[in-house]
């Protein structure tokens, strides 16, 4: 039986038969739609996540297969103080694949050893997130047709932002990918990811201004900086506006550069540029359900 | 000179750092059998220049070379048995240790689920890195 715990956990090719099969869901959707019948999928979410949550309920109602769970822990015998091998025993008994969500890092671990169905990881803490990188890594192949030979800029929150670390992991398994890091300087990418990038000699740079790199850039993976994160209120209002994507910025940049976002989007992108076809963010939420519907086929075995 | 008698059975752990042959024993659990401990403390080295020793009169069954590979896998660890060394033991790191070394990441699953245990896998051999199994945070410690 197999899991889900981190995107590392599906070799490259594996990650393209995914891929292969999330867009043939998209193209073919007729030839899906009871898939799964009478199967169910357990979303166990310890925390409140609306959007991962209703992409994977989502994804199994597409799939023809049916959808139980709570929404958050205080609806859940987690309440009563459950622990996390118990609860997956027996939701074992009542489902037949498990999306779980929980704020303590590692709980999805603990839930697959002691399953007897598939677990999919669906966030844990700041620890992983895997499906949200599997959408990214979708969208990219599918809106640019590779994964492979281009220049990618991360901007915004690198240090603390779990996607932002996932993806770079992620993407330093491809060739010839060019990192660009954007962040103020109390944001940076963690050294440990700076580590990894060298020991395999990926190349990157670290900068502070959007508006120097935009022309270089195939894809733009925008985050939120959120102001608490910073110091002082003085450092936030001197950069805020630096990570900021509007009309103005997207006039440097390529015509055919992506802007992709994991959502959701407080201001860091401006609505004017939703329009514009480089915007990915919302197709990337159309991707987030193909691929969790691939996901959960292959899971299954159905695939 | 302090002299110290022969063992009959049981090992002697060589090549200590010196001032570490108290966190061993305690690692070891050496406090728990009812067993004859001598611990040695800043003895001479042409090697190491001070050393500790630690002579252990015990069952050779009950030393756990896992444990004291992951503290300091440059200790020699010589087996006695008769009176006399018939073995000695070259300490790699072990691949996975668990119960020895606690996740202090306090949001990791392992601070609050019920007797599950403390396992850490080696990440970096060459850096003599530890990662908690189930968050994957570093065990800062052993850097130090």
């Known amino acids: ?303 | 000179m302090l002299n110290v008698g022969k063992i009959e059975e049981g090992f002697v752990l060589d090549h200590i750092k010196a001032g570490k042959s108290l966190d061993i024993y305690e690692h070891l659990g050496l406090d728990k059998p009812d067993i004859t401990v001598a611990i040695i403390k800043n003895a001479r080295s042409p090697k190491m220049g001070k050393k500790d020793i630690l002579k252990v009169e015990c069952d050779i069954n009950l030393l756990d070379l896992d444990v004291l590979a992951f503290i300091d896998h440059s200790i020699t660890v010589n087996v006695i048995k008769n009176g006399k060394i018939v073995e000695k033991k070259i300490l790699e790191l072990p691949k996975q240790i668990k119960n020895v070394i606690k996740c202090h990441n306090p949001r990791c699953i392992t601070s609050i689920e019920q007797e599950l245990p403390h396992i850490f896998y080696l990440a970096d051999a060459e850096k003599e890195v530890y990662r908690c199994k189930y968050c994957e945070e570093k065990y800062m410690e052993k850097a130090k």
């Open chain 1, 1 to 303: 039986m197999r899991h889900l715990m981190s995107p590392l956990d599906f070799t490259t090719k594996e990650l393209d038969a995914l891929f292969n099969l999330a867009n043939d869901i998209e193209m073919h959707p007729d030839k899906y739609a009871h898939a799964c019948e009478g199967k169910i999928l357990a979303t166990c979410f310890y925390e409140p996540s609306t959007r991962t949550r209703l992409s994977f309920e989502s994804a199994m109602t597409r799939l023809g297969g049916r959808v139980i769970g709570f929404s958050d822990a205080n609806s859940s015998s987690a309440a009563k103080g459950e622990s996390v091998s118990d609860t997956i025993r027996v939701i074992s008994c009542y489902a037949d694949i498990c999306a779980m969500r929980h704020p303590k890092e590692g709980a999805p671990m603990v839930a697959a050893e002691r399953s007897g169905i598939p677990v999919i990881n669906a966030g844990d803490g700041g620890h992983q997130h895997p499906t949200q990188t599997l959408t990214d890594l979708l969208t990219i192949r599918t809106l640019k047709g590779r994964l492979n030979n281009f220049t990618i800029g991360l901007c915004g929150d690198l240090k603390f932002g779990r996607t932002v670390h996932s993806l770079i992991h992620a993407l330093s398994r491809y060739e010839n990918i060019n990192f660009v890091f954007i962040s103020p300087e109390e944001l940076r990418v963690p050294d440990y990811i700076i580590e990894m990038l060298k020991e395999k000699n990926i190349p990157f740079e670290e900068v502070v201004r959007l508006d120097e790199v935009l022309p270089t850039l195939d894809m733009l993976y925008m985050t939120r900086v959120q102001k608490e994160r910073f110091f002082n209120e003085e450092d936030y209002i001197r950069l805020k506006d630096f990570y900021v994507l509007n009309t103005e910025k997207m006039q440097l940049a390529k015509e055919d550069m992506l802007v992709l976002h994991p959502l959701p989007r407080v201001n860091e992108i401006s609505v004017e540029i939703d329009d514009d076809p480089r915007a990915a963010y919302f197709k990337q939420a159309q991707y987030g359900v193909y691929v969790r519907m691939a996901l959960i086929l292959t899971l299954l075995g159905l695939a």
